[in-house]
């Protein structure tokens, strides 16, 4: 039986380190603003949108038929195409391609995918060095950690803390924290990996049916260089990633890395067509559930997702609880209903991070309706009995006393009555890491008597 995530404590021991909250809040919400300014900058915003929404309900209705349109075209162009249920599976079949070729040291570019299947550490316990050339990757690589957030793997991470972990493992002076002079010293250990690599292995942004070629978007081309020097190149796709034609790509690249980060373009977008010259490709598609989702009325919207993580971004839980609080490679407004799917009663707490806000469906570029399907979520996990007991009393409480007119006037009264008599430290205190950062933080070092004194001016 899986492990039960406690997702309250777990953002409770986030929230605990105040400073690392708030600037971590503050610094995904300069992400969402200028997300904002770049949607704001394109008359046809919400044209994309819908546009991109319906071209992924295409793909989602006649996916078999795109994943057979694929595999053929890709075939014709040279590529070897694998077919694999679950993560077990396209595990093995990447150790094997590995094997039968002799490789022991791989590149390999971000790919949620792989970090779903656990790629790496299967990989390394057959004696093969895996490294993960996306700078934010390679720092939780090193920091042996999964990555926080889809786009910003190291969010979590501040630069002081980045220049220790590099004096540890890369040599830099003690101290550094100059981003310009650590990142020198990551592209000087990352170029030695890509001379010394055998095979690249990639993720995939969209896979293209009509052609049979996909493209990958990374802001440091190390997508490209990880699969241009060694001649064996695995990617790693999973079957939702596909667009019907590559006249859709139009739609899809503009509102990717507008979303993912307010540029107006990723400053890589490499499309591969086949193997390079002399060298083999091999494209290994991944179920691993979710033709499972594809089946659900209920949530198979959610497989619409380009994971470009401005629902992370815009999340006032997420902000404020750390990414690892999820437990989940994807975390998030979109993890809270793709980890459910996979075992809903390890992440039964999950749908219930959410605010219902609404503000995760309002910047989705391919327009998935979040928070309704958090809301049917926390539904089905109640029908199934999975939430934890005292959660359960106190949400039949609340139902009785929503669903009865007379107590629900009378809780009101008593509500109004009593709230602000109570002395403020009942929420701004150190048991309540909520309350710590919420507004009036400067309550909470008052005095119960201060407190008392000025509690009628608030
Ligand atoms: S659900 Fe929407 S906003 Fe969230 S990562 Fe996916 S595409 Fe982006």
Redo the contacts with the bound molecule.
């Keep these: 039986m899986s492990t039960t995530l406690d997702h309250p404590k777990k953002a409770a021991a986030f929230v605990a380190d105040i400073d690392r909250a708030h600037w971590h809040d503050q610094t995904l919400w300069y992400v969402r603003v200028k997300r904002d300014k770049q949607a704001a900058s394109l008359p046809e915003w919400e044209l994309l949108r819908d546009t991109a929404a319906q071209i992924k309900a295409n793909v989602v209705a006649n996916l078999a038929a795109y994943l057979e349109q694929f595999e053929a075209k890709a075939t014709k162009l040279g590529a070897v195409v694998h077919w694999a249920r679950d993560a077990a599976e396209h595990n093995e079949i990447v150790l094997k391609l590995l094997q039968e070729r002799g490789v022991t040291k791989v590149v390999k570019s971000k790919s949620m995918l792989t970090e779903e299947c656990h790629l790496n550490p299967y990989l390394e316990r057959a004696g093969i060095e895996v490294v993960d050339t996306d700078l934010g990757e390679r720092i939780v690589q090193l920091a042996k950690e999964p990555p926080s957030h ?1 786009v910003l793997p190291c969010i979590h991470y501040k630069k002081e803390e980045i220049g220790e972990l590099f004096h540890e493992h890369l040599g830099t002076e003690k101290g550094a924290k100059d981003p310009k002079y650590l990142a020198e010293a990551a592209r000087r250990h990352l170029r030695e990996k890509f001379c010394g690599a055998q095979a690249g292995i990639t993720g995939v942004n969209f896979a293209i049916a009509e052609t049979g070629g996909f493209v990958v978007c990374t802001n440091e081309g190390n997508a490209d260089l990880g699969v241009s020097l060694p001649k064996l190149h695995i990617t790693c796709l999973g079957i939702e990633k596909f667009l019907p034609r590559a006249a859709d790509l139009g739609v899809f690249l503009r509102l990717l890395a507008r ?2 980060t307010g540029q107006p373009i990723t400053t890589y977008s490499s499309h591969f067509h086949g193997p390079i010259e002399g060298g083999e490709l091999h494209i290994v598609l991944v179920d691993n559930g979710r033709t499972e989702i594809v089946a659900s009325d209920d949530f198979r919207r ?1 497989l ?9 971004n815009t999340c006032p839980v997420f902000r404020r609880s750390g990414g690892h609080s999820y437990e989940a490679t ?1 975390p ?3 993890g809270s209903i793709l980890s459910p799917a996979r075992d809903s009663e390890k992440y039964a707490t999950l749908p219930h991070a959410c605010s219902l806000c609404g503000s ?1 469906s309002d ?4 327009k ?1 309706d ?1 928070h309704q399907q958090l809301l049917t979520w926390r539904r089905e996990i109640a029908v199934r009995k999975q939430l934890k007991w005292s959660k359960r009393m106190v949400m039949k409480l609340a139902g009785w006393v929503l669903g009865t007119p007379w107590l629900y006037r009378a809780a009101g009264r008593m509500a109004r009555w009593w709230i602000p008599k109570l002395p403020r430290i009942l929420v701004y205190n150190r048991w309540n890491p909520w309350g710590k950062q919420r507004e009036l933080p400067e309550l909470a070092k008052r005095s119960f008597r201060e407190l008392y004194r000025a509690r009628r001016k608030f």
């Design positions: 889809i979303s993912a959610s619409n997702c380009i994971r470009c993580g401005a629902c992370m994807v998030g407004p979109i995760c910047v989705c570029p391919v998935i979040i």
